[in-house]
């Protein structure tokens, strides 16, 4: 079983950037797909990212922050990060880093794909 535990999130301002980040531990990481997913209340989880287990493979990101976030994974560290910028008030909800077997060459989209999860960090984007 993979142990998700994650750090960031907070609140800031329209425009501002922030980075939320998930360690990992107990099995092998590099062996994990590692997504992002967001839910709102009343919401049903939302696919945010995802980064293959595959150094150099594949990296996905909702289209509604595609040049405005990043995501990558350090393999030694056993790390997960999500770095955002010119955030919006829509951004707002609870961010989870998950992890999941490696299934293919495309990253999933799909939450049920992922095995594991963090506990969870608030993003609130108001003035």
């Known amino acids: 079983q993979m142990r998700l535990v994650q750090y960031g999130g907070g609140s800031v301002q329209p425009g501002d950037s922030l980075i939320l980040s998930c360690s990992a531990s107990?099995?092998?990481?590099?062996?994990?797909?590692m997504g992002w997913f967001r839910q709102a209340p009343g919401k049903d989880r939302e696919f945010v990212g995802a980064?293959?287990?595959?150094?150099?493979?594949?990296?996905s990101l909702t289209r509604s922050l595609e040049g405005r976030a990043s995501i990558s994974r350090d393999n030694t560290a056993h790390t997960l990060t999500l770095q955002m910028k010119t955030l919006r008030p829509e951004d707002t909800t609870v961010y989870y880093c998950?992890?999941?077997?490696?299934?293919?060459?495309?990253?999933?989209?799909?939450?049920?794909?992922?095995?594991?999860w963090g506990q969870g960090a608030q993003v609130v984007v108001s003035s």
């Open positions: 107990g099995d092998t990481f590099s062996d994990y797909t």
């Open positions: 998950a992890a999941g077997p490696e299934r293919g060459t495309t990253v999933s989209r799909n939450s049920n794909d992922y095995t594991s």
């Open positions: 980064i293959s287990a595959t150094v150099g493979g594949d990296i």
